[in-house]
Nanobody, 124 residues
């Protein structure tokens, strides 16, 4: 079993910054994808940023709406990802979910896991 725990959400004014963290724990042999999705009220969940290959370089993927403002980073040794969000806009608000594809043993399938979500509110 694998758990994803997010932290770092909160209320921030437009133009402000927040840093989200996600830690994966449990029985982890390898991670394929790991990243962040968000869901705003009344909208579908969308990819914000992610590593399409957790252990390779230059594998980041960003939504067009956050390019240049958000930066995803990782700590492979700790199985953690971070999302630095700068120049936040009201439309960035939503519930931010950590997502990871994790295999728990060699040769095993990569299963999809979600965190519980952390709320980001951008408002003056």
């Amino acid at each position: 079993q694998v758990q994803l725990v997010e932290s770092g959400g909160g209320l921030v004014q437009p133009g402000g910054s927040l840093r989200l963290s996600c830690a994966a724990s449990g029985i982890i042999f390898s991670i394929n994808f790991m990243g962040w999705y968000r869901q705003a009220p009344g909208k579908e969940r969308e990819l914000v940023a992610g590593f399409t290959s957790f252990t390779s370089i230059n594998t980041t993927n960003y939504a067009d709406s956050v390019k240049g403002r958000f930066t995803i980073s990782r700590d492979n040794a700790k199985n953690m990802v971070y999302l630095q969000m700068n120049s936040l806009k009201p439309e960035d608000r939503g519930l931010y979910y950590c997502n990871a594809e994790v295999a728990s043993f060699r040769g095993g399938p990569h299963r999809n896991y979600w965190g519980q979500g952390t709320q980001v509110t951008v408002s003056s």
